[in-house]
């Protein structure tokens, strides 16, 4: 999405950013609760049966555990697991986790690339390799695909293709063939079961043959019918779409198949603003911007997100938001209007 800092109000500063280890607000329960899902039970035998050959269908076309979506969203808010050092000139735009390594694609002309980044033990973070763009290109939307990753760019339906091995002894190398979305725009980007999910700044998610990009379907994502506009970058946790709201501190948790919105995340006060922004300010940087960048790690259950020039990226549980009502979430979250 295009550079558009947040007003002080939209930042929302008065709320304190957490500590390691505590809740925006006190978290009910325990356990990891990023991507769960209610499981189906106290269901009849003959139901079962009846309903098995449906089930293993949209099992194998979500690639995803047996849940019932909730009758209105949930409303969640964060644990702060770690913090980890994060470029604060990355205008990050696409985000994700394969092979044991992070990828983050950045925009702006001129300082658009794509990275491969190790996090230590000590909470930096290791470049690897880093290819960049060109002048003329603006990065967008990461997806990993097959063997190789690609990238979005902003106001193009353009492409980027390239071959990514993570690690030690990998490599990063851009293609010289490219590909072509239907799309005239592209935001964010993430590779569903059977589709390639993309967005162009509005409240539509557009399900993409992975191999030609040839478009088969397309979703509004709608939270009680009313559509949510500027869905930006995308993740899929556990079958389930996630995607940041841009100019928002919310991730929505939506159905890729219904674009029907299951939850809202309320990251609210993660980042401590003021000091941020100081921060740049005595570097003679650019102050940061939008909450932008998810990224999941399937293996170890673990879930980060940051956000354009912000200095920290952040490992978080999400958990369920215990004050914090439907209505209330809606008014922080979805967008009143599009840019």
């Not at 735009?93 to 990828?103: E, F, K, P, V």
């Not at 967008?140 to 979005?152: D, F, I, N, P, Q």
């Amino acid at each position: 999405a295009p550079f558009a800092r947040m007003s002080s109000a939209r930042r929302r500063r008065g709320t304190a950013p957490a500590a390691d280890g505590d809740s925006a607000a006190p978290q009910p329960g325990g356990g990891k609760a990023a991507g769960s899902k209610t499981a189906v039970d106290g269901v009849t035998v003959g139901w079962w049966l009846a309903a098995a050959g449906l089930g293993a269908l949209l099992m194998s076309v979500l690639g995803q555990r047996w849940f019932m979506a909730p009758a209105t969203p949930v409303v969640y808010g964060y644990r702060l697991v770690r913090r980890y050092s994060h470029d604060p000139t990355s205008f990050t735009q696409g985000l994700l986790w394969a092979n044991g390594s992070l990828y983050e694609s950045t925009g702006l002309y001129g300082r658009s690339l794509l990275r491969e980044l190790r996090l230590r033990e000590d909470g930096g973070m290791e470049v690897l390799r880093e290819v960049k763009l060109k002048r003329s290109q603006f990065g967008e939307g990461l997806a990993y695909v097959g063997h190789e990753l690609r990238m979005l760019l902003w106001q193009k339906p353009d492409v980027l293709r390239f071959d990514a091995q993570a690690g030690p002894g990998g490599h990063l190398s851009i293609k010289q063939t490219r590909m072509k979305t239907p799309l005239s725009d592209g935001w964010g980007l993430v590779m569903a079961p059977g589709a390639l999910l993309a967005t162009d700044s509005g409240p539509d998610v557009f399900h993409l043959d992975p191999s030609t990009l040839e478009l088969k379907s397309t979703v509004r994502v709608r939270d009680a019918g009313r559509p949510v506009e500027m869905i930006n970058e995308l993740e899929m946790v556990d079958g389930e779409l996630w995607a940041n709201v841009y100019g928002t501190d919310c991730i929505a948790r939506i159905d890729p198949l219904s674009g029907a919105v299951h939850g809202w995340v309320d990251l609210t006060g993660m980042l401590d603003w003021e000091k941020a922004t100081m921060d740049a300010g005595a570097a003679d940087r650019t102050p940061p911007d939008v909450m932008n960048g998810i990224a999941w790690d399937p293996e170890s259950r673990r879930l980060f997100v940051t956000g354009k020039l912000w200095p920290t990226l952040f490992e978080i549980e999400v958990v369920p938001h215990p004050t914090a009502t439907l209505e209330e979430a809606r008014e922080r979250c979805i967008p009143s209007t599009n840019l």
